[in-house]
């Protein structure tokens, strides 16, 4: 019902996830909308956008989504609202997000005593950094892991209290312009004005 009439290519898709064609405010009010609509509670709401925020720490690109839905059914929180939710992690905070995940990743192995290259080599290439990965988990790939997770852990009670107030007073204002047009409307039906 709300599919285009022409698929989008791949690069198409991915053009839209960085830069959306109809704009980051359009964007960011169709999403609005979207929430707003949902007919749950703020808890569950503002625990799934929380859940699917604080899980793009983890640097399993790809699985945020389902990770997402995991923490949702058990913190009893919003499908939608977890999907939602990753959005904030995406190409533009990726990067920042999991260069502190990892560095949160060895210090936490330092203070338990394990060894972890703290730096990057100069002029790594992807392919390098894959293979160092593969070869050398403990260096790279555990530490970003663990660390991830820790902020994610640390972050959703942050992220939860910013969305459920955001989305309390979002409702609040839905529910009073709503009574403000009824009572409008009921002053039309009666004849009286202002």
């Known amino acids: 019902m709300f599919q285009r009439k022409s698929p989008l290519t791949l690069l198409q898709s991915m053009r839209e996830t960085v830069w959306p064609s109809m704009g980051w405010g359009r964007t960011a009010k169709y999403v609005t909308h979207r929430i707003l609509r949902l007919s749950d509670s703020s808890y569950r709401i503002a625990g ?7 899980i793009s720490f ?6 945020h989504i389902f990770q997402a839905f995991i923490l949702a059914f058990c913190l009893r929180a919003n499908y939608f609202a977890s ?3 990753t959005i904030i992690g995406n190409p533009w905070t990726f990067p920042f997000m999991w260069w502190l ?3 949160v990743g060895v210090a936490l192995f ?3 005593g394990l060894h972890v290259a703290l730096d990057m080599p100069d002029g790594i290439t992807f392919t390098e950094s894959i293979a160092m990965a593969m070869h050398n ?3 790279l790939f555990l530490p970003w892991l663990v660390g991830g997770y820790l902020l994610a852990a640390l972050t959703w009670p942050v992220f939860f209290v910013v969305f459920f107030v955001l989305v309390r007073r ?6 009073m312009r709503r009574i403000k047009k009824l009572h409008k409307i009921a002053l039309e039906i009666t004849g009286q004005t202002k």
């Open 58 to 63: 983890t640097p399993i690109i790809g699985t």
């Open 48 to 54: 799934g956008m929380a859940t699917g925020a604080s």
């Open 170 to 175: 979002l409702k609040n204002f839905q529910k």
């Open 83 to 85: 999907a939602v939710g």
């Open 101 to 103: 995940s990892y560095h």
């Open 137 to 139: 988990p403990m260096d």
């Open 110 to 112: 330092s203070l338990f």
